[in-house]
């Protein structure tokens, strides 16, 4: 935009280089078309802000030469000769149009059937970032910028409004990423809460290994978060000192080493070795809980796969007969409308249709046996009018075979559904729906079918390794629920264990007591001066006689610790005492329970548990936010895109994430999204 003051050298510059000296238009007689000698550069501001436009006329017999300025803004016609000058030009354009930096403009709304004025400022720079902004967050090609069309509309909106150059428009999403981006470090640094962190890799269709971290928290208005930490490529072989390496050194880079909780990574050697070697690191500077006892988290979603591919495995030959019909009707006209004749003679609805799937992705498989299993019927009357027409078609045993599986993969499809939603559940949801799987597979085993129970087997090999090194965090999570407590524990360990479920319960609950008394520790050693203990005030501050720096603080803090331990009668419940003698919350069928609200008000009787809660309840079950940033990932890099040099892709992930966060918006819609989905617009 154009200041008040006198025109810069480079504006002067920028108007001899892009101001036309004619405008010559074949349509209209008066305006000349003969080529003429060459014309004098035009060196004032005003040309910016106006068109020159030569016309010849016939007066009285002869042939007069008319220069005229036409503003670009309102289109009025002025003297623009050489003897005219610009004075009146310029002094037009700021009288009419010139707005400078800050200043008051007046927008007319309809408001039902009244029109209403309001103020508003127009800034520039504001504007700019608005545009760059708009381009991270709708995938807009950077192009976009350059199109005659667009440059077309925006001008029509405010000539004076300079669009960027690609190049351009990448530094100004660079400079907002950066902005972002220390908004975050200053918010992790505030947060009073630890960190649990997911770690996953995804190979670019540029063939490069990308490595994308995410942090979850619960924050100070007891919400649950996530944002992506990095999106960056990786380097070197992905062995676990190399993942371990990369992914300490992010932690260190946002200071947040020492507020980590917990690390959820996919059942990979690699992350097994790397979740170890990030537990010793850590552990050199006391960073963990209960020496990382909770800190290497297997990712459930994998889990899951793996136990129902194993399952599915046992009983492949049926599911691939059903999938071969249904290839075999989706790829036939004839065959498809055949298939609907059957399905309305079935008294079946017909536009539910047959879902396909992919067989390396079960819960594809699932929702197609389920629509095969609905249209049964009508796929058999296909089959018995020619029965030539399927290979392998599934008799009436092998349906029932593939009805049980259903059944069986419907509570593992449930809780798919969970783990992949938008919204990141907290860590209570998942002791229950696991110890359902555990009880059904292990009923599975022991089916009378001999099919059934290899299939229970088979699962069952994959899923207790998984049960046995995540349960207790699980069972945590179900017991900071003031719904459950232990009721949860109480009822599934006995059947779990048997004989052994008195001894789990009890060795679960020194697991709590151990967690409890690291927290408690922690807090009574908190430099806030009188914390309330077990619902008494003890105030040990930092004026205990004690001072100087080193060995002086470590023997003042064993001090005040033995003092606290001393100042409180052996004979005072603790909390976790308290919470477990309470009633739990009544469970009433049909009505929500907000668990953060409750600790949010209720929790504050409990401010050591409160704690662990806003800890433990933020750990993510599974891998899900990182595989999401992939998905976000493999539209940013498009086939016309993969050129993107890792340092924009990274920013155009990370602001998408971090401004969707920070607003508090859902899926926002990219150009992606009209590409796959309808962009028809309907005239009724």
């Not at 668990?595 to 008000?601: D, E, G, P, Q, V």
């Amino acid at each position: 935009m154009a200041s008040s003051s006198q025109p810069t050298q480079l504006e002067v510059a920028s108007a001899s280089a892009s101001v036309p000296v004619t405008n010559t238009n074949a349509t209209d007689p008066e305006i000349d078309t003969q080529p003429k000698k060459k014309q004098k550069k035009l060196t004032s501001a005003a040309w910016i802000w106006f068109d020159r436009v030569v016309k010849h006329k016939v007066v009285n017999g002869k042939q007069v030469k008319l220069v005229r300025a036409i503003c670009k803004t309102c289109s009025r016609d002025f003297d623009g000769s050489s003897k005219a000058g610009t004075t009146h030009l310029i002094s037009h354009y700021k009288t009419k149009h010139e707005r400078t930096k800050g200043q008051k403009e007046l927008n007319a709304t309809r408001v039902g059937e009244e029109e209403k004025l309001e103020a508003f400022r127009y800034d520039e720079d504001v504007s700019k970032k608005k545009l760059a902004l708009a381009i991270a967050m709708h995938e807009y090609p950077f192009k976009m910028m350059q199109h005659e069309f667009f440059v077309d509309f925006i001008k029509s909106l405010r000539p004076s409004f300079p669009l960027s150059s690609r190049i351009t428009c990448r530094s100004e999403i660079l400079e907002i990423f950066t902005e972002k981006k220390e908004e975050l470090y200053s918010l992790l640094g505030s947060l009073s809460c630890r960190l649990s962190a997911t770690m996953d890799l995804w190979t670019s269709r540029q063939n490069k290994s990308y490595m994308c971290i995410t942090v979850h928290f619960i924050d100070d208005n007891w919400s649950i978060q996530k944002r992506i930490l990095r999106f960056m490529l990786l380097e070197g072989r992905h062995t676990g000192l190399n993942l371990s390496g990369a992914v300490m050194k992010n932690f260190f880079d946002w200071n947040i080493d020492r507020k980590l909780f917990s690390l959820t990574l996919d059942n990979d050697s690699a992350n097994t070795s790397c979740a170890g070697d990030m537990i010793s690191k850590l552990n050199r500077n006391a960073a963990l809980y209960c020496g990382g006892k909770y800190f290497h988290v297997r990712c459930a979603t994998h889990i899951i796969n793996l136990v129902v591919q194993a399952g599915i495995s046992e009983i492949k030959q049926s599911i691939d007969g059903i999938r071969g019909a249904i290839m075999k009707i989706k790829n036939s006209p004839l065959l498809e409308e055949e298939f609907r004749k059957r399905a309305i003679e079935c008294n079946l609805d017909s536009s539910k249709g047959l879902a396909s799937d992919v067989s390396t992705r079960w819960n594809s498989t699932y929702l197609m046996l389920r629509s095969a299993l609905y249209f049964k019927e009508a796929l058999q009357r296909m089959h018995f009018v020619d029965n030539s027409r399927f290979d392998n078609f599934p008799a009436n045993e092998k349906w029932d075979e593939v009805d049980v599986l259903c059944k069986c993969l419907r509570i593992f499809h449930s809780i798919t559904e969970l783990l992949s939603g938008t919204s990141y559940p907290t860590t209570n949801w998942f002791f229950l729906k696991f110890s359902e799987i555990k009880l059904r597979v292990d009923a599975w085993t022991k089916d009378t079918n001999i099919r059934i129970s290899k299939m229970g087997l088979a699962m069952q090999t994959k899923f207790v390794k998984y049960w046995e090194k995540s349960n207790l965090i699980l069972a945590i999570g179900s017991f900071l629920d003031p719904r459950y407590k232990m009721g949860l524990i109480d009822y599934y360990y006995p059947q779990f264990y048997e004989d052994k479920g008195r001894r789990e319960i009890d060795e679960f609950k020194n697991v709590l007591k151990d967690l409890y008394k690291e927290y408690e520790l922690k807090f009574k050693n908190s430099d806030a001066g009188g914390q309330v203990i077990g619902g008494r005030g003890i105030n040990i501050g930092s004026n205990s006689g004690f001072s100087g720096d080193g060995d002086d603080d470590n023997e003042e803090a064993g001090f005040r610790r033995f003092m606290l331990e001393r100042s409180q009668p052996s004979s005072l419940k603790s909390e976790l005492d308290l919470y477990m003698e309470r009633k739990p919350v009544p469970n009433l069928q049909g009505e929500s329970f907000d668990l953060l609200s409750w600790w949010k008000t209720e929790g504050r009787e409990f401010p050591i548990l409160g704690k662990i809660a806003r800890d433990v309840l933020a750990i993510p079950v599974s891998t899900v936010a990182s595989e999401s940033a992939f998905s976000t990932g493999g539209r940013v890099i498009r086939a016309h895109r993969s050129k993107l040099d890792p340092e924009i892709v990274e920013a155009l992930i990370c602001t998408q994430d971090w401004v969707r966060s920070e607003k508090k918006l859902g899926n926002v819609p990219t150009l992606y999204d009209a590409f796959e989905g309808d962009d028809e617009v309907t005239v009724e």
